[in-house]
């Protein structure tokens, strides 16, 4: 009898890196779709670092994962078993399915993933919600304009990568903060960024000086801490700060100090805004046509990290997130 692999939340975590216990993985019976829903078999799970917060209690954009309930995960699959008029087996979907071998859907909030335009797990990744992201938070909240520089932390990863390749074909200058040297040669030679830094040789400042002789007009921010303190002063006046994530304090076990330098807000009179990509739920196709677009023209590519060992290994994938050890789109094969 077939089953349905599931990963459930066990309890809160502590502070710091989750450990693998706070989730219990088990085979539950198949789900059977009723009329007007479908089931997927789900292909991959998407790692994304929000997960970290989703699993903490308190407020936050979208309530706390319940305790016991299926993790929440964006994942891409095909439709198995069809009870619904507009979908029929072998539809590839994806969505907030969540982490689990296979999800009953009834429609709503799923995509349909054209594979013709890019394999399945593109659809969690330069296709999917890290597309997104990247394509508003820089079109949107960075009001992109062509010729500025804008530089992107996290940059070879899911959402960076797409930040600098998007800038690069609105005619902007793309450099990148990212750690370690293959990363960052990476980002100029097969990403086609003008410029990286990487922030763990040591020179964060004197790097940022000679990637940006102009200065910043546009930061897209995914880490926060020591890095931001760096970009604020090389910020242009009236230059803009999308605030996507700030991935170094996700796992922190003190209140983190603040930026030291914030006077540059004041003295180069510059926007920071925070943005949540379901902010701009009404505008997804636009997005999604631009970006099937490059792809198919061949000016945008994503690189991807997809892991084997099923999710077995989901507690111990995530943590790659925040020790850099993943490469690009973080995703698991189930
Ligand atoms: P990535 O694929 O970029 O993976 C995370 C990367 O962050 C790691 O590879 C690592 O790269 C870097 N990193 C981890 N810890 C630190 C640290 N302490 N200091 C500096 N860098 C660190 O993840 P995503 O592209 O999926 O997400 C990037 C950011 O975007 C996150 O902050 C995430 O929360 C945010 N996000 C926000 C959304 C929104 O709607 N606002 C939606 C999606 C993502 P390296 O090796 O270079 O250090």
Redesign the pocket.
């Known amino acids: 009898m077939s089953v349905n692999r599931v990963v459930r939340l066990a309890k809160r975590p502590a502070p710091g890196l989750i450990s693998p216990d706070i989730f219990e993985i088990r085979d539950e019976p198949m789900p059977e779709p009723a009329e007007g829903e479908f089931r997927v078999a789900i292909e991959y799970v998407s790692l ?3 997960m970290r ?1 989703w699993v903490n209690e308190g407020k936050s954009y979208v309530p706390p994962v319940g305790l016991g309930d299926v993790m929440r995960a964006f994942a891409v699959g095909r439709v198995e078993v069809s009870r619904h008029p507009d979908f029929k087996e072998g539809d590839a979907v994806a969505g907030l399915l969540g982490a689990q071998s296979h999800a009953i859907c009834d429609g709503r909030n799923v995509q349909r993933a054209d594979t013709s335009i890019a394999p399945l797990q593109s659809w969690i990744g330069g296709l999917g ?2 597309g997104w ?1 990247a394509y508003f ?1 820089l079109l949107r909240v960075g009001a992109l304009k062509e010729g500025d520089t804008v530089v992107v ?8 990568q797409i930040v600098g390749q998007i800038a690069r074909i609105k005619g902007a200058r793309a450099v990148g ?4 040297e293959r ?1 960052c040669r990476a980002l100029i030679e097969e990403d086609g960024f003008d410029a990286a830094v990487d ?2 040789a040591g020179d964060l400042a004197a790097d940022l000086d000679k990637a940006c002789p102009d200065g910043i007009d546009v930061y897209f921010e ?2 926060g ?1 020591e ?1 931001l303190d760096a970009v604020l002063p090389r910020m242009n006046t009236f230059g803009r700060i999308a ?6 304090a ?1 796992n922190a076990t003190s209140v983190p100090d603040g930026p030291k330098n914030l006077r540059y807000l004041l003295t180069s009179r510059l926007k920071m805004q ?5 902010d701009f739920a009404d505008e997804l196709p636009v997005a999604l046509a631009d970006l099937s677009q490059w792809v198919s023209q061949g000016r945008l590519k994503f690189r991807e990290d997809v892991r084997e060992g099923g999710l077995d290994v989901f507690p111990q994938t995530l943590n ?11 995703s698991l094969k189930v």
Do not use: R
């Not at 903060?177 to 370690?180: E, K, L, N, V």
């Not at 925070?274 to 379901?278: K, L, N, P, Q, R």
């Not at 790659?320 to 973080?330: E, I, Q, R, Y």
């Open positions: 994304d670092p929000a917060g919600m890290p992201t938070g932390s996290a940059a070879s990863g899911a959402v960076g903060i990212a750690g370690g990363k922030y763990k995914s880490v801490g890095i605030v996507c994530g700030l991935i170094s996700y925070g943005f949540i990509v379901f790659l997130l925040f020790s850099g050890d993943n490469f690009g789109k973080l």
